[in-house]
């Protein structure tokens, strides 16, 4: 079985974070996140808001697929901004999520067998079933979650990215659902 590149090994120890939204406030503004976004009215204009919408819950699931199917052009826009992209472990990410305003217990469990047909439609499998180009984080089954997956794409996001280029693949969007799936599958351990 294969695995998300870069999951922190701080994972293994608390497999869910409990966010604290003081600090993330903190990493809002030092990572400089409110220069584009802001969160309950405070904060940039250039980009989406942050947190909850109107009608809508937001779980861990929905931050972090929303995260992973518009980062690379966050990338570029810090880029443009001179913004370096941060490297957040998945305490950091929960803090943030925290101060967005989500609600932890909110995501349904994924599904084994959905998951496995996201990890080969999404191309998760073209690099990390071959040990080549990204390694098989099998290890991790059972202390995965969207955390960890959010900061794992921090970490090796565009090291992923430029692998997909140099094979003419693109980037690949995950709804909150998918990745419910995603992260059930790659817990099961087959």
């Given amino acids: 079985m294969a695995g998300m590149v870069g999951l922190s090994a701080a994972s ?29 009215g405070v904060g940039g204009t250039a980009a989406p808001a942050l ?18 199917s518009h980062v690379t052009k966050m990338w570029d826009a810090m880029e443009r ?4 992209a941060p490297k957040l472990t998945a305490q950091q990410t929960a803090d943030l ?3 967005f305003g989500g609600t932890p217990a909110g995501d349904k469990p994924g599904d084994v067998s959905q998951g496995k047909k996201v990890y080969e439609a999404k191309l998760c499998a073209s690099c990390h079933d071959n040990q080549y ?13 969207a955390f960890t997956m959010g900061s794992g794409l921090w970490e090796h996001g565009r090291g992923m990215l430029s692998r997909l280029i140099s094979r003419n ?4 969007t995950l709804t909150p659902e998918e990745l419910g ?6 817990n099961s351990g087959d």
């Fill in 169 to 172: 693949m693109t980037w690949q």
């Fill in 12 to 40: 293994a120890a608390d497999p869910v974070p409990k966010g604290d939204a003081a600090a993330g406030g903190r990493l809002f503004t030092e990572l400089r996140c409110s220069t584009c976004h802001s969160v309950r």
């Fill in 181 to 186: 799936h995603l992260i059930a599958y790659l």
């Fill in 81 to 84: 901004a001179g913004v370096s």
């Fill in 133 to 145: 180009f990204a390694p098989d984080l099998g290890r991790l089954a059972g202390k995965i979650n």
């Fill in 97 to 99: 999520f925290a101060y």
């Fill in 51 to 68: 947190g909850p919408r109107a009608g809508q819950s937001y779980t861990p699931n929905v931050m972090v697929s929303s995260l992973w």
